[in-house]
Each structure stands twice: as structure tokens, then as C-alpha cells.
């Protein structure tokens, strides 16, 4: 099991950009992949983006083009590069590790866009 903190959440305006970071109580080195959700209240929790141990990165089509996910794994971190933020981009974002033997959750942080 591995423990993630969230960080870099804020109140931000539209157009602006934010740079979320994840810090993993162990090396992320052979965790096959890790992901960015964000979840809103009264909805389910969103995928948004995610990287793979090879670097390979996906995203959803909605943040595709605005955010960037990368991984520093000297650091044991991950990071989502927000950029050209909406209102709509208002969530608790959370990081997620999915190891083989199960995924390990971040407690979220908060990133609020004002119009």
C-alpha cells in the first residue's frame, strides 16, 4: 500500500492555470499506473487523466489539450499541469494508484474556477 497527498488546489479564475501535485509515501517506479478523477458533488467520480510506469498518458476528451499528467519517480510524485481552466473544471480532484494487489486513494484537493 502506498499513501498519496494531494496538493496545489486553490480558487482560480477562468482562463488561469493550476499544477496539482501527488506525493507517494513510496516509490511509484513499478506502479503499472496512476490517475488523476475529480469528483463534484452528486456526481460520480470523473477519470481525467492518467500515466503509465512506461510514461504513456491518456485523457479524458474534455481536459484533453488543457491538462498535462507527468511523474517524477526520483520524487515519488505525480503532477497535472492545468491549464485554460473552466468553471466546469470546479472539483475535488483525487490521485489513485492501481497496483496489482489493489488501488491506493489520495484524500483529494480542492480546485475551485470562477467565471
Known amino acids: 500500500q502506498v499513501q498519496l497527498v494531494e496538493s496545489g488546489g486553490g480558487l482560480v479564475q477562468a482562463g488561469g492555470s493550476l499544477r496539482l501535485s501527488c506525493s507517494a509515501s513510496?516509490?511509484?517506479?513499478?506502479?503499472?499506473?496512476i490517475h488523476w478523477y475529480r469528483q463534484v458533488p452528486g456526481k460520480q467520480r470523473e477519470l481525467v487523466a492518467e500515466i503509465s510506469s512506461g510514461g504513456s498518458t491518456s485523457y479524458a476528451s474534455s481536459v484533453k489539450g488543457r491538462f498535462i499528467i507527468s511523474r517524477d519517480n526520483a520524487k515519488n510524485t505525480i503532477y497535472l499541469q492545468m491549464n485554460s481552466l473552466k468553471p466546469e473544471d470546479t472539483a475535488v480532484y483525487y490521485c489513485?494508484?492501481?497496483?496489482?494487489?489493489?488501488?491506493?486513494w489520495g484524500q483529494g484537493t480542492q480546485v475551485t474556477v470562477s467565471s
Open positions: 513510496g516509490s511509484i517506479f513499478n506502479i503499472p499506473a
Open positions: 489513485a494508484a492501481r497496483r496489482v494487489a489493489g488501488t491506493d
